[in-house]
């Protein structure tokens, strides 16, 4: 069951239309590497592992399989990077899933399996290679590596309950298009840093709070979606951190004992 949960968070994430500046069931966003179909071929190739992910508490080990799920990944989509990102944060909460006794419990069992990733990946790292190694780099931010320490408390602590509170008034499909929304607004998005620099992030995070707020919101999307194509922005961070909401509210939901 978690398995499936896991990969219908990767379509229902790229099938959620419209999502500025990211690839949907409309157009490409601001990428031209990659369509819909990519990310189809690429969740296809990453289900396996989900499974594999699930029967490992070790960190190391995560990092192994998850190096496996990424080669598996790369061939899928013709050398696309499509989900490393959400290959790594999936194989960190799989694994603290295989750890926990309860969802209670969930993010103290993430922080336990990360707790030295910002010091051995980033402070004592000589190769700057990822995006988030270059964001850490240029500005101390510490990116996906620092949401793990912390337990991924953006989504735990804002994102979950958020999209709890939208989706009782409003169905999932609306609350997912504000989660996203309100994700940009307050997300250090190393993917968005990488296109726009410091001033393309705070650009976004501008936009998109505006955007939370209005009432037409579809027509809205549109137009900040022709905004980050003609920029080349892209906030595949916070289109993560959607997709791990979703699964977490799942989980959640189900009241699952691990």
């Known amino acids: 069951m978690i398995t499936n949960l896991a990969y219908k968070a990767l379509i229902k994430e790229v099938e959620l239309t419209p999502k500025p500046g990211l690839v949907d069931r409309t157009n490409n966003g601001s990428h031209k590497d990659m369509n819909i179909d990519t990310f189809y071929a690429s969740a296809k190739a990453i289900k396996p592992f989900i499974k594999k992910f699930l029967h490992v508490s070790e960190f190391d080990e995560l990092r192994l399989v998850g190096l496996e799920c990424e080669k598996a990944m790369f061939k899928a989509t013709n050398g696309v990077n499509t989900h490393k990102g959400m290959i790594f944060s999936l194989a960190v909460i799989c694994g603290a899933i295989n750890r926990a006794e309860s969802f209670e419990n969930l993010q103290d069992e993430i922080k336990f399996l990360c707790k030295d990733l910002v010091k051995n990946d980033l402070e004592k790292s000589l190769h700057v290679e990822t995006h988030g190694e270059k964001f850490y780099n240029e500005v101390k931010h510490t990116g996906i590596r620092g949401e793990a320490v912390s337990g991924y408390a953006t989504v735990f602590e804002k994102s979950l309950p958020f999209y709890v509170e939208q989706f009782k008034n409003y169905g999932e499909e609306r609350a997912m298009k504000l989660t996203l929304l309100f994700l940009m607004s307050i997300t250090d998005d190393s993917t968005l840093y990488a296109r726009g620099g410091l001033e393309g ?34 906030s595949g961070g916070s289109a993560d951190l959607l997709g791990l909401t979703w699964f977490l509210y799942q989980l959640k939901e189900i009241k699952w004992n691990f």
């Open 201 to 234: 992030l705070k650009f976004i995070k501008k936009e998109a709070k505006k955007v939370l707020h209005v009432e037409n919101l579809d027509n809205n999307l549109l137009e900040l979606d022709k905004m980050m194509i003609k920029r080349n922005l892209s």
